[in-house]
């Protein structure tokens, strides 16, 4: 478990203090390292839990020029192969960590690139060039990502206490209470505060540093099937089912540090 946070305002300078304030919150979702990036009103940081690549994998992490930063939160399954593939096309990488993965992918590909993600994550990727900012939340919403979109700017963290520490003022939302009595929780989009909201699973939200944001979907559940595929016996689909668990399992197993389990 580790944590991000950050912001970009729209004028004015950011300050290196106010993030580590934000960051100092989540110190136990990672308590073995930290680490921050600051340039002009933007501020990114996080919380690592030290998982793969233990000694090259500080955050945030750039690309081969510093226009790209990025801060995450999660594991990429899949990235040892996106990386075999981003090398052949020419990105050369200077950690073994899965997140640096997501930035050469982004590079290469953009919002298209989302797609080829296997893993529970939140991060984000701050844009120097073209002074954005973007979020990505994983497709079931494993890892939290909470952001407020204020006049002053976008802010983002891990969990509310980051907002609240960087003076995000945090009024009661009566209709996220409502919802929490109908449902006995609160939904997406809404957070228990009306200057805060959750980014949806499968969701992605790009800020602008002049205000503008933009916001989609990269994944929704698909369309429930009473029927499954034709010519497909119990026996088949029993044993497709073990299949997709076995290897569900076997990406899930990746680390550099000793499971208790071993």
Known sequence: MCGIAGYVLRDGQAELSRVRAMCDQI???????????????CAIGMRRLSIIDLATGHQPISNEDGSLWVVFNGEIYNYQELRRQLMAQGHRFATNSDTETLLHLYEQEGLDGLQKLRGMFSFAIWDDRRRQLFLVRDRFGKKPLYYANLPEGLFFGSELKCLRAAGIPLDVDPEALRLYFQFTYIPDPWSPYRQVR???????????????????????????????????????????????FDESVRIRMLADVRSALS
């Open 27 to 41: 110190r136990h979702r990672g308590p073995d390292d930290d680490g921050f990036y600051t340039a002009g009103g």
């Open 198 to 244: 959750k980014l949806p699973p499968g969701s992605w939200l790009l800020y602008h540093a002049d205000g503008r944001v933009e916001q989609g979907s990269y994944w929704r559940w698909p369309a429930p099937s009473e029927q499954g595929p034709p010519g497909l016996s119990e026996v088949d689909a029993a044993r497709k089912l073990r299949d997709l």
